[in-house]
């Protein structure tokens, strides 16, 4: 009677052992689902706020607006090092009114082009970082540089500086 008392006690320690651990994965699972779904949530809530995506244009180029000096970005082609790469600098702003970055009011991404190629594009979170972006890139036989940025509000924008 005791062994089998004894494997009935193995059995069910066995048995409880085995739950505890389903448990505490489905506990961590919970929680890794609980930790995407505040991840989602807080990129919807960005999603949200960029509300224009109208490509934008200089309406007058003798005499642009304040908003639209603010979203044309200024391209600057400056040294070339050593290794063939030429530093190009994107601010988003021209004439020295410099687009702000405000939790709700932001330049949310900038895409560099070579002659049409997208070369490098940088996504920005809101309020956290200010629109400008500092490239090194081979300017060996290109024609023509082109930023193109998108402010959440008021829509994409581009410049181009041929060479």
């Known amino acids: 009677m005791e062994r089998r008392e004894v494997l009935k006690s193995i059995g069910l320690l066995s048995f409880v052992s085995a739950v505890g651990m389903f448990s505490a994965c489905t506990e961590k699972e919970q929680k890794e689902t609980h930790e995407e779904k505040e ?18 244009k200089i309406q007058d180029s003798e005499n642009p607006t304040k908003l639209e000096l ?32 405000a939790a709700d009011h932001w330049i949310d991404y900038m895409k560099l082009y070579l002659d049409g190629e997208l070369i490098s594009e940088i996504k920005t979170e809101a309020g956290k970082a200010r629109g400008f972006g500092s490239f090194y ?27």
């Not at 991840?39 to 934008?56: A, C, H």
């Not at 070339?80 to 530093?87: A, I, L, P, Y």
């Not at 940025?149 to 060479?163: A, D, K, P, Y």
């Open 39 to 56: 991840i989602k949530t807080v990129k919807s809530e960005e999603n949200e706020l960029i509300v224009n995506r109208q490509e934008m």
């Open 70 to 101: 603010k979203h044309t970005p200024e391209i600057v082609v400056k040294e070339e090092d050593g290794n063939g790469f030429t530093k190009v600098d994107v601010t988003i702003g021209s004439q020295g009114i410099i687009h702000p970055s």
């Open 137 to 163: 890139v081979k300017l060996e036989n290109v024609k023509m540089i082109k930023a193109e940025i998108g402010c959440n509000l008021h829509g994409i924008w581009e410049n181009t500086l041929s060479l």
